[in-house]
Antibody
């Protein structure tokens, strides 16, 4: 059974940092593209970042470029999202999901909530 | 700025057929945009329905189908059921290494 389990969300002040993790199991993580997607009440679903199975190339939505870093550890079947200089508008539920070179994939995690507030 | 457009809401009768569409403010949608479709029910993560225009995701019944209709991507649901009542989102690959979600369609089954 495919499982994607996110962790690391929480409350952080504007300007702060958080590191999200996604533990994958039940499929060949090391050959899958992976992605982070977020959902906010006001803006709906938004693609955040995508990473190739080997770690390169990496793509980001413009609003997080330079602040967020997506990475992966294929030996641990884990995906990460390092979030720096967080803004109020980054508050969302963050989902990790499998992906393909030109889109998203079949499987999603349950999501982890990030709250950015003073 | 490019916007991915979806009908804000739609309704269908139980057993009926409905087609939701996904367009681009800047032009036509084609298979080169690799359109995909997702179902989002409150309290649950998104569920992948259709990938790359018309590939059904694992476990998705064949009541759900994807296509290109005219200049838009389309999701057709046949034999609508009560538990199809949900929000439906499309995603388009709009540029190299850039994906964009539509605003979603709230489907009511009544």
């Amino acid at each position: 059974e495919v499982q994607l389990v996110e962790s690391g969300g929480g409350l952080v002040q504007p300007g702060g940092s958080l590191r999200l993790s996604c533990a994958a199991s039940g499929f060949k993580f090391n050959i899958n593209w992976m992605t982070w997607i977020r959902q906010t009440p006001g803006k709906g679903l938004e693609w955040v970042a995508t990473i190739n199975p080997g770690g390169n190339p990496i793509y980001y939505v413009e609003s997080v470029e330079g602040r967020f870093i997506i990475s992966r550890d294929n030996a641990k079947s884990s995906l990460y999202l390092e979030m720096n200089s967080l803004r109020v508008e980054d508050a969302a539920v963050y989902f990790c999901a499998t992906a393909r070179e030109y889109g998203f994939g079949d499987y999603w995690g349950q999501g982890t909530l990030v709250t950015v507030s003073a | 700025q490019t916007v991915v457009t979806q009908e804000p809401s739609f309704s269908v009768s139980p057993g009926g057929t409905v087609t939701l569409t996904c367009g681009l403010s800047s032009g036509s949608v084609s298979t080169d945009h690799y359109p995909s479709w997702y179902q989002r029910t409150p309290g649950h993560p998104p569920r992948t329905l259709i990938l790359e225009t018309n590939i059904r995701s694992s476990g998705v019944p064949d009541r759900f189908s994807g296509s290109i209709l005219g200049n838009k991507a389309a999701l057709t649901i046949t034999g609508a059921q009560a538990d199809d009542e949900s929000d439906y989102f499309c995603v388009l690959y709009v540029a190299s290494g850039f994906w964009m979600f539509g605003g979603g369609t709230k489907l009511t089954v009544l």
